[in-house]
């Protein structure tokens, strides 16, 4: 079992940076693939970054790239999502998630556990 917390969501003006944190606990972190996830009002969840358990091989939306980076510190059981140059359609609940695959996916059905999610709120 593996239990995900997020942090450091809040609100933001649009052009503005944030980054979010997810810690994990419970069985040894390395093992995992991370993924973040978002899911704005009255829309489906949908995939925003993953990165392969050893940090070497990372993925992106669209939506994100060039944007927001994803990272990890496998020492401190942590993942994190630098965003930056963020835009009013960023807004949403943002999701952390662990893949026990190790290679990171962009399905939310390869992933194993989740966060309880952190709001996003940009402002134009």
């Known amino acids: 079992q593996v239990q995900l917390v997020e942090s450091g969501g809040g609100l933001v003006q649009a052009g503005g940076s944030l980054r979010l944190s997810c810690v994990a606990s419970g069985r040894t972190f390395g093992n995992y693939a991370m993924g973040w996830f978002r899911q704005a009002p009255g829309k489906e969840r949908e995939f925003v970054a993953a990165m392969s358990w050893r940090g070497s091989r990372t993925y992106y939306a669209d939506s994100v790239k060039g944007r927001f980076a994803i990272s990890r510190m496998n020492a401190e059981n942590t993942a994190y999502l630098q965003m930056n140059s963020l835009k009013s359609e960023d807004t949403a609940v943002y999701y952390c998630?662990?893949?026990?695959?190790?290679?990171?996916?962009?399905?939310?059905?390869?992933?194993?556990?989740w966060g309880q999610g952190t709001q996003v709120t940009v402002s134009s």
């Open positions: 998630a662990a893949d026990s695959t190790n290679m990171g996916s962009s399905k939310m059905d390869d992933y194993d556990y």
